[in-house]
């Protein structure tokens, strides 16, 4: 991967050259080379991030004085620089440039802003009986996983019908380990109990292999071959077992009506469509596995000032499946440029061929139009809820004498008991409303603050938000910078916090401290503002209900992080505290011995018993409990 060299970028005169002049001398440096290039405006911020097959014929589109769409002419006309990076394959050149995108965030560039994880289900196999549960993340547990469900709750809802009909066990190894009679599950029959031998070992393996093809998609098989076994049951007389059989049938047509989509000629696939409007772009992702649909999910993408929905598509793809292996089809709603390349590089992700089509009639396409559909009713209530938001924002900068509406609010609050784990925490909203990707957590780690000391804790969260603004972003061109702020508390919780960003040298972002106002009650809140009388909103503002759903919303965050933090104190033991003990260590240590007590007491042959504890490890933890004044 090497740089070009830099032609001259200023005239005869010494001027700067910008636009179309700058690209037309800076083309004959290049050839025609793979590679990646970078526009940059006056003050070198990254307007775009582009790949090219060839360099010097990418360039030169630029480099044309007309003949360009809005978008690209406005970047054009902000160019006041480029950089580019040649590469050995067009591949190679596609990855960097996502990299690129993903890094540096140019405003032309399309850019996928939700990159979560999806969840899965995973069928264990690291035991004797394997477990079933639902897994997020990278695939380190050894299983068979299956997947992605488009949230949660589809996993959820899977899992449930899963249960009634393979009853496969859900608890953990340790819960099944220390199980002396079956537990409730097994009363309502979703569960076969192999804890306490109400199955055997060779019964139980028929069930995850049931389910396991179900997973894959032979529903029919095992619908088939579990109505064989009711109707043996019902001619032998064991009515019992039929209709618990009979139960099973039901559960398994339930999980089949439930995916409401169930394509007969699609076994695997994700379909993928666009619709854009005003400027805006929906894309929905529809993801179908063992023929049937295992839920969708919408996305809003950064069009990049404009792009159409070809470029869309393509960078979604390349953004998209950076963090999750493609599936072996791809059905779009629009052709992409670059398709082959695109293809190649999903293959080279998945380790196996990947298809990309566009469909035009039979299933697959009634499949892109549904998806397509669904973008465009998304899109639609999106642009409505923007509106709202917008008239909502204008009535904030109205009402606390802003001068614009906005763009980024950040919310404050902290949650602790008698001072005791205390936690920080940060929202954040803008023009879309709540941007869940941002909200932050602060763990409050001041030894010398006094329990419930609001001021100090607040002091260590703003300090720490903002120290960490001005390292990254000291010249404040990035969008992590708010508008304004919102503080939980009256006067001196404002005064405290003028204090704090005065030592900070930022002083001119607004804030206001919330208030609860007269007894309490919400709709008499009394807003603070540095230097300025107290004020109020009528109690049927609109804005004043924005700014209660703000705070609501704050607290909320606030509460559920102080609760994770205090169950995962009440959780520790002693074990945490010895170097090589990790979280699957300290498991097979508490399954072994039943507690942390237990472990203190036993002997180094004991401990050496455990399995994935060796003899220097069980002498260290030995030595940990043994030689501690």
Not at 260 to 283: F, L, S, T, Y
Request: with cysteine; proline share 5%; net charge positive.
């Amino acid at each position: 991967m090497q740089p070009q060299d830099d032609a001259p970028t200023s005239d005869s005169t010494g001027s700067p050259l910008t636009g179309h002049a700058l690209i037309q001398r800076l083309l004959k440096g290049l050839d025609g080379s793979p590679g990646v290039y970078r526009m940059l405006d006056a003050q070198a911020r990254v307007l775009y991030v582009g790949k090219a097959r060839n360099l010097r014929a990418r360039v030169a589109n630029y480099a044309r004085p007309s003949g360009h769409s809005p978008r690209i002419a406005r970047m054009i006309r902000e160019t006041a620089a480029m950089m580019f990076l040649t590469t050995r394959t067009e591949t190679e050149a596609l990855l960097l440039e996502q990299n690129l995108i993903k890094q540096l965030k140019p405003r032309y560039n399309v850019l996928l802003r939700d990159d979560k994880s999806f969840p899965e289900i995973l069928i264990a196999t690291d035991h004797a009986f394997p477990q079933i549960r639902k897994h997020r993340g990278a695939r380190r547990s050894k299983g068979a996983y299956y997947g992605p469900f488009a949230s949660a709750a589809a996993v959820n809802r899977t899992l449930t019908q899963l249960q009634k009909v393979f009853l496969l066990r859900n608890c953990s190894d340790a819960t099944f380990e220390s199980r002396t009679r079956p537990c409730l599950l097994h009363q309502i029959r979703r569960c076969s109990a192999p804890c306490t031998g109400e199955i055997d070992a060779a019964g139980y393996a028929a069930l995850v292999a049931d389910a396991e093809r179900f997973l894959q998609g032979k529903s029919t098989a095992v619908q088939a071959e579990l109505a064989r076994e009711m109707q043996a049951a019902a001619e032998a007389m064991e009515f019992e077992r039929a209709a618990a059989l009979r139960d099973r049938i039901r559960a398994l047509t339930a999980v089949q009506q439930s995916q409401g989509i169930n394509p007969r000629g699609v076994a695997e696939a994700d379909v993928v469509a666009v619709h854009m409007e005003g400027g805006q772009a929906c894309v929905q992702v529809f993801f179908i596995r063992a023929h049937q649909s295992w839920g969708n999910r919408d996305f809003h993408p950064r069009t990049g000032a404009g792009a159409e929905e070809a470029e869309v598509l393509e960078a979604f793809l390349a953004q998209f499946y950076d963090g999750q292996p493609p599936p072996r089809l791809i059905l779009l709603s629009h052709p992409i440029e670059n398709a082959d390349l695109v293809t190649a590089l999903l293959s080279e992700r998945a380790g196996r061929k990947v298809e990309i089509a566009v469909p035009r009639r039979g299933e697959k396409a009634e499949l892109v139009e549904n998806a397509a559909r669904n973008a465009r009713e998304s899109l639609g209530r999106r642009m409505a809820e923007s509106t709202a938001q917008a008239r909502l924002l204008a009535g904030v900068a109205e009402a606390f004498g802003i001068e614009a509406p906005p763009r980024r609010i950040e919310v404050y609050d902290n949650s602790h008991i008698q001072g005791t784990d205390a936690v920080g925490a940060m929202i954040v909203a803008g023009p879309e409303g709540f941007a869940r990707s941002q909200y932050r957590k602060f763990n409050i780690r001041g030894d010398s603050l006094t329990p419930g000391d609001d001021f100090g804790m607040m002091r260590e969260v703003l300090t720490r938000r903002f120290e960490r603004l001005l390292k990254e972003d000291p010249d404040r061109r990035g969008e992590a910078w708010p508008d304004l702020l919102l503080i939980d508390g009256g006067a001196g919780q404002v005064s405290a916090a003028a204090g704090i960003l005065g030592d900070l040298g930022v002083d001119d972002i607004p804030f206001i401290g919330v208030a609860k106002g007269l007894d309490r009650d919400a709709g008499k809140e009394e807003f603070h503002r540095p230097g300025r009388p107290v004020m109020a909103l009528n109690r049927g503002d609109p804005v004043l209900y924005f700014v209660q759903r703000l705070r609501d919303e704050a607290h909320r965050f606030a509460i559920g992080a102080h609760r994770a933090r205090r169950a995962k104190a009440v959780g520790a033991t002693p074990l945490d505290e010895i170097p090589g003990v990790g979280a699957a260590r300290k498991r097979a240590l508490l399954a072994h011995f039943g507690s942390a007590k237990a472990v203190a007491r036993a002997g180094l042959t004991d401990l050496q018993a455990v399995e994935g504890i060796s003899a220097a490890l069980a002498e260290r933890i030995h030595d940990f409990f043994h030689t501690r004044g």
